[in-house]
Nanobody
């Protein structure tokens, strides 16, 4: 089993910053990609940012230049530094990783429970 736990959400004023963390634990053989998604009320879940095992990153246009994703491979942790936050960034943020539980297993997706980020105007 693989556990994924997010932390760092909260309430912040527009223009402020937050740093989200996501820690993966359990029967992990290797982690390929790690990423952050978000879902606002009444909207579909969308990709915010992702990072591969070699450090290649990808960002949604709406957060490019404001958010930075990074990971610590030794600790199986991924971070999302969010600066210049806007009210439209308000959402539940989910961590997702693609991981293998053994050398014979295929990559599978694992999701965290989500952490609320609320940006007030």
């Amino acid at each position: 089993q693989v556990q994924v736990v997010e932390s760092g959400g909260g309430l912040v004023q527009a223009g402020g910053s937050l740093r989200l963390s996501c820690a993966a634990s359990g029967s992990i053989f290797s982690i390929n990609s790690m990423g952050w998604y978000r879902q606002a009320p009444g909207k579909q879940r969308e990709l915010v940012a992702s990072i591969t095992s070699d450090g290649s990153t990808n960002y949604a246009d709406s957060v490019e230049g404001r958010f930075t994703i990074s990971r610590d491979n030794a600790k199986n942790v991924v971070y999302l530094q969010m600066n210049s936050l806007k009210p439209e960034d308000t959402a539940v943020y989910y961590c997702k990783l693609r991981a293998r539980t053994s050398s014979l297993a295929y990559d599978s997706s694992y999701w965290g429970q989500g952490t609320q980020v609320t940006v007030s105007s």
